[in-house]
């Protein structure tokens, strides 16, 4: 978690989250996991319950009410920051959005075929599984 941390402060990532948070007027408080929990963010998060950048999670709401409802969502929001580290930072969301693209083509959500939300577990993220479509099968 401490190595996390200090690659994602070397990449920019956890900065980038930062300012994001900054500019949608979030209060950020530390959270479990060695997270940073942004509320109450009022940009647009693309649908998303909650969205990590680097160690910075946003959500619009409050994580206590995002938690009743998805009790496994920060350790979903954890494997995302460890995924920021892998991909040395901002390339990530290059990837991601790759992943994301693939996962519309391939099965009309952004989430079920998405390789980095399904290796941060589908369920816990709130994501339900959605078969591919026929065209892609064999």
Do not use: K
């Amino acid at each position: 978690m401490r190595a996390r941390r200090v690659a994602n402060i070397l990449n920019l990532s956890t900065a980038l989250g930062l300012v994001v948070a900054a500019l949608g007027r979030a209060r950020v408080r530390r959270g479990p996991h060695g997270l940073l929990l942004a509320e109450g963010c009022r940009l647009p998060l693309l649908g998303a319950g909650a969205m990590t950048i680097g160690d910075v999670v946003l959500t619009s709401g409050r994580f206590a009410d995002l938690v009743r409802v998805l009790p496994a969502v920060l350790e979903h929001e954890s494997r995302h920051a460890a995924q920021w580290r892998r991909w040395g930072g901002l390339p990530f969301l290059l990837a991601y959005g790759a992943g994301a693209l693939w996962s519309l083509v391939s099965t009309g959500d952004r989430g079920a075929g998405n390789p980095f939300e399904r290796a941060a577990g589908l369920a816990d993220g709130g994501y339900r599984e959605v078969p591919r479509r026929r065209l892609l099968r064999r």
